[in-house]
């Protein structure tokens, strides 16, 4: 009956509960407002490359001026503390030693310690646990805060090249960059972290390639106290050789790298 009505023009009240239904529904949840204003140039700042590389060379900075001021090389005259020894010793010593080389410090100083306080075997498995731990902390570093404030500087032919070659042939490259005298390590990290290579080959690479030299070195340091010995002279020879060798190439090389 009250279809008919509806249909022929005649008047249908609406249901009260329908109608009160609709008046109440109202928005559970209001979008947050994009800050705007100072708050909006402060965010841009702080997240800019810029702002992360600038936190990246105060870090480096910091990390340096604490390495002048602890003087890691008084090992090789001291010691290590009394009150290390065994496994914890060396576990500790690796982890300084990483943070040590992520602060510049060179690593020949760090292997002499090692052999001449934990001997040729154990100073060369902590040396090389150390190593990879320090190349990581800066090519994280150098990841995080770097890469997106350098790579747009990369402009220069030589550049381009190094950093094509790190990209594409991320292992050989550094497998080559180890083993290769001469170049600084904390250098190495942080232009590996600026292209795009990969963290496997990086860190892979680095364990391996780093193996002959730090042997070297921390062998020459656990037999310091017999430089006649011909362990100590082989180990001499090791380190000399290569180096020798790295520069004659260079000098061999040097007008090809000013014609890049």
């Not at 100073?123 to 890469?147: K, Y």
């Amino acid at each position: 009956m009250l279809d008919a009505t509806t249909r022929s023009g005649g008047t249908a009240t609406a249901d009260p509960q329908a109608t009160a239904a609709e008046l109440a529904v109202v928005p559970d949840t209001v979008a947050p407002e994009a800050p705007t204003g100072l708050v909006a140039r402060c965010t841009r700042v702080l997240r800019s490359p810029w702002s992360r590389f600038a936190l990246l060379v105060a870090l480096l900075a910091g990390a340096a001026s604490s390495m002048l001021l602890f003087e890691p090389q008084r090992l090789l005259a001291e010691g290590w503390p009394p009150q290390l020894g065994g496994a914890a010793a060396a576990v500790v010593f690796a982890a300084a030693y990483g943070l040590c080389t992520a602060a510049f410090v060179p690593r020949p100083l760090l292997n002499l310690a090692a052999g001449a306080v934990f001997g040729s075997e154990l100073g060369l498995g902590t040396a090389l646990v150390g190593t990879v731990l320090g190349a990581g902390i800066s090519f994280g570093l150098g990841r995080l805060l770097g890469q997106d404030a350098l790579r747009p500087l990369l402009r220069a032919r030589f550049l381009k090249v190094a950093d094509g070659q790190l990209s594409r042939h991320g292992f050989r490259s550094m497998m080559a960059c180890r083993l290769f005298p001469g170049l600084p390590f904390w250098a190495v990290n942080y232009c590996a972290a600026v292209s795009r290579m990969g963290w496997l080959p990086f860190l892979l690479a680095t364990a391996l390639g780093s193996i002959p030299n730090t042997a070297a070195y921390v062998v020459a340091g656990a037999r310091a106290s017999t430089p006649t010995s011909p362990v100590f002279l082989v180990a001499i020879g090791v380190i000399a050789v290569p180096a020798l060798i790295g520069a004659v190439i260079a000098w061999r090389k040097r007008h090809h790298l000013r014609g890049h």
